[in-house]
């Protein structure tokens, strides 16, 4: 009988989501301190997403040509440590730009693979993932409040000993973690382009792009924009943690959501929701009541947004057209969505300030509404389809690392 490597694989999650909660919020304030531009910050920050383009298909296709998956996942743990280590020594946007371009590239390469490997060593106990995943979820929220108390303390380059000590952490969980054969695929799907030629399909992945793009701002300068307006690091990292735990909550409710509303109505919320909590944010900060709710509804614009994508490519993307459908929507909408929102936010903060910044992501929200409320349907048998796909959808929902 095949034993379950739950905790290895646990530990890979914790650390994985660690990093991402040391390091996205308060790498863009290291940044800063040292001087670099709002433009700087958007483009050294964006190779995150840049990355994302192609480097999960070029992973994957090399995973697959090879059938070297672990050997990939370990080589990226340590070659993405080394590109780290060079942030210690560089302070120059030419440097600084090609240690992230190493690190973000190397990065992309593990989640993906990752995943495959953990649902080929579940088998048909795919239930048990979202157990597993869940301290993923866990490791960022340890790690956000942590650094955020950390550096009240300790200047701000203490952020790169705690994560270049959670990214050694990544290398010793990948040299543990043991591999698993791979699943069997189904031969039978429909060919992409009779799927990409469906209306509801192409306006979903805009919309995708969409909200990817409004959350562009805050993903890169949220921090920042916390910090101008004297909050601590302590108060950042919790109210990071805070939104997190809502997105949690709204993925454990999400099965019951999907029987009570639609598709499209969960969606048109979800971006409503973006388009109101953009706004409460660049205008409402200096509120802490606002901005507590401003981060309580990611619990909508994250978590029921992209579980119910999520539900979406699975159902309309079926067969072996199910791992290109995830791996179109993760490149258009956390890629170039990602890429696009971040690049406009760093051109924008300097330029019109961060409350028009924040304005023009809730622009770029109510367009995603309007692609939705236009094309993507909420007839009866979409609606049983939905539902019938919801509930492992949701526990798979956080695949993709929102920033994420």
């Avoid at 059938?67 to 370990?74: E, F, H, S, V």
Wanted: positive net charge; glycine residues 10%.
């Amino acid at each position: 009988m095949h034993a379950l490597p739950y905790w290895r694989l646990s530990g890979y999650y914790f650390f994985y989501f660690a990093f991402l909660g040391a390091f996205s919020p308060y790498f863009g304030l290291y940044l800063q301190s040292l001087s670099f531009s709002a433009w700087d910050i958007g483009l050294l920050m964006s190779q995150m997403q840049f990355m994302r383009l192609f480097g999960p298909y070029l992973w994957g296709w090399l995973a697959d040509r090879f059938g070297r998956r672990l050997a990939i996942i370990r080589f990226a743990a340590v070659a993405g440590l080394a590109g780290f280590t060079a942030f210690f020594w560089l302070d120059r946007l030419g440097g600084m730009l090609a240690a992230m371009a190493v690190l973000a590239f190397f990065w992309s390469a593990a989640l993906p693979l990752v995943e495959t490997l953990t649902f080929d060593h579940l088998r048909d106990e795919r239930g048990r993932y979202s157990r597993i995943r869940l301290w993923g979820s866990v490791g960022f929220i340890v790690a956000v409040t942590g650094t955020g108390a950390i550096l009240d303390v300790l200047p701000l380059t203490g952020m790169l000993w705690v994560c270049w000590g959670i990214l050694a952490g990544i290398v010793l969980l990948a040299a543990v973690v043991p591999d698993a054969p791979a699943a069997p695929q189904a031969h039978d799907s429909p060919l992409l382009g009779d799927i990409l030629r469906q209306p509801r399909v192409r306006a979903l992945l805009a919309a995708c792009f969409a909200m990817s793009a409004a959350h562009g701002a805050l993903y890169v300068f949220y921090s920042i924009h916390l910090a101008d307006h004297a909050y601590s690091k302590a108060e950042v990292g919790a109210l990071w943690s805070l939104g997190v735990l809502a997105e949690i909550v709204v993925f454990i409710l999400m099965t019951r959501l999907a029987r009570r509303y639609s598709l499209r109505a969960l969606l048109l919320a979800s971006f409503a929701a973006a388009v109101l909590r953009f706004l409460l944010i660049g205008w409402g900060v200096e509120s802490p009541a606002v901005v507590v709710m401003a981060q309580l509804m990611h619990g909508l614009t994250f978590g029921a947004y992209h579980a119910s994508s999520i539900a979406a490519i699975n159902l309309w993307f079926p067969g072996r057209a199910q791992g290109r459908g995830q791996a179109l929507y993760s490149s258009i909408s956390f890629g170039a969505g990602g890429l696009l929102g971040a690049l406009i936010s760093g051109w924008t903060w300097d330029a019109i300030g961060a409350g028009w910044t924040f304005t023009l992501a809730s622009l770029f929200a109510a367009l995603g509404w309007a692609l939705v409320w236009r094309w993507v349907s909420g007839d009866a048998g979409a609606q049983e389809d939905f539902q019938r796909g919801a509930a492992d959808s949701a526990s798979a929902a956080r695949k993709v690392d929102p920033v994420r």
